[in-house]
């Protein structure tokens, strides 16, 4: 579509799949440790910032997770796991605007990840049943602590190719239609 | 070469809000590849269920700062792109359009940054009459939901990068 696409930064942004077998190469901690910083670098409405992390990579939970999740078989073979989730209690009364902060948070976290050399896929966990009540206790958060959703990463052991181009249909210009 | 200097992760701690801008288009290209990454953003069952709305006419630029508490900067930004999300495309866009379109969002951004662009993310969504308020203004139907709005452009701002993890939002192995 256009000849941009050799800025490095676009190409992990175009070139993020997502990728549910891995290999069993474990992740060193300095590259945890960056992905934990990028997910903490997006941006939060108001920076409220009502966001946590927990990162699993013992093989023991990983395979609970793979178990309690009804989607969850590619955590049967990550190295890692990041469970992105929101302490509500610090919102105003009513103000869901954390569930974007997550989602931008774990967007961040596989784009970092790519350009890494890892891959990754986002898992949802929120508002699936009974897929939330059998996720979280695994995580045992507090109760106005939210699961929203995981990342399973690891080195990739499925090949993708990037995303290209857009669905003309769903681009409007300065008006809808 | 540091992991911390990888280009990309670079791209990601070096993003910040960008409110003030240069009076300087952006050209049709730029555009074109903003969105092009925002449309690779992942989405639940890949149903695919945001919408973008590129606005670059004057008038509806400063329609849109004038009625939200928090929008002046696009009084001067040459662009804004509308997320908006399908929740009846089907049973899994109605849960969640809203992080399918917000990780689409932070592509956005992400891409703006990484091509010497600037700018912010203005929750709509979330913020008393808005929703209604930018469907009028652009003519969005009722049964599309709108996330909120990137204003960007050439940013007239710098600010450091992001760095570092905040004391206790981080567990590991469990809670």
Redesign the interface.
């Given at each position: 579509?256009?000849n941009?696409h050799i800025?490095?930064?676009?190409g992990?942004?175009?070139g993020?799949r997502?990728v549910r077998k891995f290999l069993p190469n474990a992740v060193i901690p300095?590259?945890v440790?960056?992905l934990?910083?990028?997910a903490?670098?997006?941006?939060s409405?108001h920076n409220r910032?009502p966001?946590?992390?927990?990162?699993?990579d013992?093989r023991a939970?990983l395979d609970a997770l793979a178990k309690a999740h009804d989607s969850g078989k590619a955590m049967e073979t990550a190295p890692l796991a990041i469970a992105v989730?929101a302490d509500t209690s610090i919102m105003p009364e009513g103000?869901?605007?954390w569930?974007?902060?997550?989602?931008?948070a774990?967007?961040?976290i596989?784009?970092?990840a790519?350009?890494?050399g890892l891959e990754g896929v986002?898992l949802?966990v929120m508002?699936?049943h009974p897929r939330e009540e059998r996720v979280t206790p695994?995580?045992?958060?507090?109760p106005h602590?939210k699961i929203?959703?995981i990342a399973a990463l690891g080195y990739g052991d499925e090949a993708k190719d990037?995303?290209?181009?857009?669905?003309e249909e769903?681009?409007?210009?300065?008006?809808?239609? | 070469m540091g992991i911390r200097e990888n280009e990309a992760v670079r791209a990601i701690l070096g993003r910040r809000s960008i409110r003030r801008f240069e009076d300087r288009p952006v050209d049709t290209e730029t555009v074109e590849l903003l969105i092009e990454c925002a449309c690779a953003a992942p989405s639940a069952a890949n149903v695919r269920p945001c919408h973008f709305v590129v606005v670059t006419e004057r008038r509806l630029l400063s329609a849109m700062a004038e009625g939200h508490p928090y929008a002046k900067m696009m009084f001067e930004a040459p662009l804004a792109v509308v997320v908006c999300g399908e929740p009846d495309k089907s049973d899994f866009a109605a849960r969640y359009w809203e992080e399918d379109c917000s990780a689409a969002m932070e592509n956005l951004l992400l891409a703006a940054h990484a091509l010497s662009l600037g700018g912010v993310w203005i929750g709509v969504r979330h913020a008393p009459g808005q929703e209604a308020r930018i469907r009028d203004l652009l003519g969005i139907p009722d049964r599309i939901a709108v996330l909120g709005v990137a204003a960007l452009g050439y940013g007239k701002e710098q600010k450091e990068p992001h760095s570092g993890i905040p004391d206790g939002a981080l567990h590991l192995g469990g809670w």
């Amino acid at each position: 579509m256009t000849n941009f696409h050799i800025d490095p930064t676009i190409g992990f942004i175009l070139g993020r799949r997502s990728v549910r077998k891995f290999l069993p190469n474990a992740v060193i901690p300095e590259m945890v440790t960056t992905l934990l910083e990028c997910a903490f670098a997006a941006p939060s409405a108001h920076n409220r910032r009502p966001l946590h992390f927990i990162v699993v990579d013992d093989r023991a939970t990983l395979d609970a997770l793979a178990k309690a999740h009804d989607s969850g078989k590619a955590m049967e073979t990550a190295p890692l796991a990041i469970a992105v989730c929101a302490d509500t209690s610090i919102m105003p009364e009513g103000d869901m605007a954390w569930i974007e902060d997550a989602a931008a948070a774990m967007e961040n976290i596989l784009i970092a990840a790519r350009a890494l050399g890892l891959e990754g896929v986002w898992l949802k966990v929120m508002d699936r049943h009974p897929r939330e009540e059998r996720v979280t206790p695994v995580f045992g958060p507090p109760p106005h602590v939210k699961i929203v959703a995981i990342a399973a990463l690891g080195y990739g052991d499925e090949a993708k190719d990037p995303h290209r181009g857009v669905n003309e249909e769903r681009i409007h210009r300065n008006v809808w239609g | 070469m540091g992991i911390r200097e990888n280009e990309a992760v670079r791209a990601i701690l070096g993003r910040r809000s960008i409110r003030r801008f240069e009076d300087r288009p952006v050209d049709t290209e730029t555009v074109e590849l903003l969105i092009e990454c925002a449309c690779a953003a992942p989405s639940a069952a890949n149903v695919r269920p945001c919408h973008f709305v590129v606005v670059t006419e004057r008038r509806l630029l400063s329609a849109m700062a004038e009625g939200h508490p928090y929008a002046k900067m696009m009084f001067e930004a040459p662009l804004a792109v509308v997320v908006c999300g399908e929740p009846d495309k089907s049973d899994f866009a109605a849960r969640y359009w809203e992080e399918d379109c917000s990780a689409a969002m932070e592509n956005l951004l992400l891409a703006a940054h990484a091509l010497s662009l600037g700018g912010v993310w203005i929750g709509v969504r979330h913020a008393p009459g808005q929703e209604a308020r930018i469907r009028d203004l652009l003519g969005i139907p009722d049964r599309i939901a709108v996330l909120g709005v990137a204003a960007l452009g050439y940013g007239k701002e710098q600010k450091e990068p992001h760095s570092g993890i905040p004391d206790g939002a981080l567990h590991l192995g469990g809670w």
